[in-house]
Each structure stands twice: as C-alpha cells, then as structure tokens.
C-alpha cells in the first residue's frame, strides 16, 4: 500500500529553509566585509618592492645589539620629491639606502643608483638629471633649479 502522504506546508516543516537564511546572512556580510578590505589593501603602494633592500649599517646589527643601544638621533634629512622625477615611493627608497639629503644624492653614482633601481621595479629612470638637480638643491641655488626644471621637464 502506497502511503500518500501530503508535505505539510507549515512553516514549521520548512525549519531548515530558515535556518539556511539565517546562516547566509552573516557568511554573506563577512565574505563582503573580507572582499573589500583586501581589495582596500591591494589599492595601496603596489608597485613597492616586498623587500627593500637595508643599508649595510642596518643589515650588521642584530637584534639584541639593537636592543642595548642608545638612541641617536635621525640623520637630517631633505625633502628629496623637490627634485623632478623623484615621487613619494623612490623617496622612501633612497632614505631605506642611505641617501637622505641632496648633498648624498648629488654625490651618488647616477649608473649604480639607476640599476638598484630597475633591480628593484623602477623604471624609465634617469638619476643623472637627479644629481645636477640635488646639487644646486644642495647650494641652496633655488631659482637655478627651478629654471632647471622647467627647461628639462617642458
């Protein structure tokens, strides 16, 4: 004997369509909430290279030597974006390398300095313009710079 059996059509019958709602709902808003901070993260400085590579100061120290040495204080420091061609991130790059004034960067040599660049993601670089630009930053020659500027980057 078939059993005819009708499905009851109460809401009681459907528990589990509920309970599936109820659990979509906070899997749907964090799988959201994830979504947009890493594409938030991605957004940022993407082109900086993961590891930038230390002064060799920085790289001979250890941890516990750190630790028990006094602090001194920052090497003075110029606004090295003043120089055409140099932006926030090959800033931020220089003073991770130990060339933290226009003076530094005037002395460096432009071809070692353009190919730890391009090693390390930078391209279209042309450190040699950045040396005479540092040097007349460096002399304190503003109104030669700016000429400079204006007549190499027109």
Not at 47 to 74: F, K, N, Y
Not at 123 to 128: D, V
């Amino acid at each position: 004997m078939l059993n005819n059996h009708q499905p009851d059509s109460s809401i009681s019958s459907h528990w589990h369509r509920w309970l599936y709602l109820f659990l979509a709902l906070p899997v749907g808003i964090l799988l959201g909430w994830l979504f947009i901070s890493l594409h938030k993260r991605k957004r940022g400085f993407r082109h900086i290279p993961a590891e930038i590579e230390l002064p060799s100061s920085a790289r001979r120290h250890s941890v516990e030597e750190t630790a028990t040495v006094e602090p001194s204080t920052p090497p003075a420091t110029d606004d090295l974006t003043i120089i055409k061609g140099i932006g926030v991130k090959i800033a931020a790059y220089l003073q991770a390398n130990g060339i933290h004034t226009f003076q530094e960067l005037a002395n460096a040599d432009p071809e070692e300095l353009r190919l730890a660049l391009m090693k390390n993601g930078f391209r279209m670089i042309n450190p040699a313009d950045w040396m005479v630009q540092a040097h007349l930053a460096a002399t304190g020659e503003w109104e030669k710079l700016k000429e400079q500027q204006q007549a190499t980057y027109q």
